[in-house]
Antibody, heavy 123, light 107 residues
């Protein structure tokens, strides 16, 4: 079955960096676009970033553009989110999620989700 | 950016009752590119509906989606105990945005 396991969260000071990972299993990782979605404590969902199945196309929410970088290692079935210049408003549970479309253009909704990794930005 | 407004904020119902959740878009959502998710406490969201009315794999047929343009509805025909949760709509026509959520609670 599809499994997505996030890691790398923690407490970090404002202005510092953190790298999140998402280990995928149970499906052919290279065939699917992937996304990050976050949820601030007690708040709703916010899309963060998307990467195409082969990694050449990347899209970011305005709130993280220029600070966050998405990448993937298809040989390791792993998705990464490099987060720089972190701010208090980046505090959230970060979910890795799969796009449902096999190959081709992203559908841009999410058919499988991980359990999330918590990032807390605080001095 | 397409803003999605969900109503009501909270829906208080009893098991077995019908739930009707609304999602209104600030501009037309082309090709009905709208999804619905359920989020139970302490859990990740789960896809229920995509393309406004298509049920995701494994979703019971008591969940149905309808609507087009700017007005969309998620209907749960008979509430099971496990259906008391938060529900979010999401559009994927122009970038990706979520609604603020509707909580379905036990009356």
């Amino acid at each position: 079955q599809v499994q997505l396991v996030e890691s790398g969260g923690g407490v970090v000071q404002p202005g510092r960096s953190l790298r999140l990972s998402c280990a995928a299993s149970g499906f052919t990782f290279i065939s699917y676009a992937m996304h990050w979605v976050r949820q601030a404590p007690g708040k709703g969902l916010e899309w963060v970033a998307t990467i195409s199945y082969e990694g050449s196309n990347k899209y970011y929410a305005d709130s993280v553009k220029g600070r966050f970088t998405l990448s993937r290692d298809n040989s390791r079935n792993t998705l990464y989110l490099q987060m720089n210049s972190l701010r208090a408003e980046d505090t959230a549970l970060y979910y890795c999620a799969r796009d449902p479309t096999l190959w081709g253009y992203e559908s841009n909704y999410f058919d499988h989700w991980g359990q999330g990794t918590l990032v807390t930005v605080s001095s | 950016e397409i803003v999605l407004t969900q109503s009501p904020g909270t829906l208080s119902l009893s098991p077995g009752e019908r739930a009707t959740l609304s999602c209104r878009a600030s501009q037309s959502v082309s090709s009905n590119y709208l999804a619905w998710y359920q989020q139970r406490p302490g859990q990740a969201p789960r896809l229920l509906i995509y393309d406004a009315s298509s049920r995701a794999t494994g979703i019971p047929d008591r969940f149905s989606g309808s609507g087009s343009g700017t007005d969309f509805t998620l209907t749960i025909s008979r509430l099971d105990p496990g259906d008391f949760a938060l529900y979010y709509c999401q559009q994927y026509d122009s970038s990706l945005t979520f609604g603020g959520g509707t909580k379905v609670e036990i009356k």
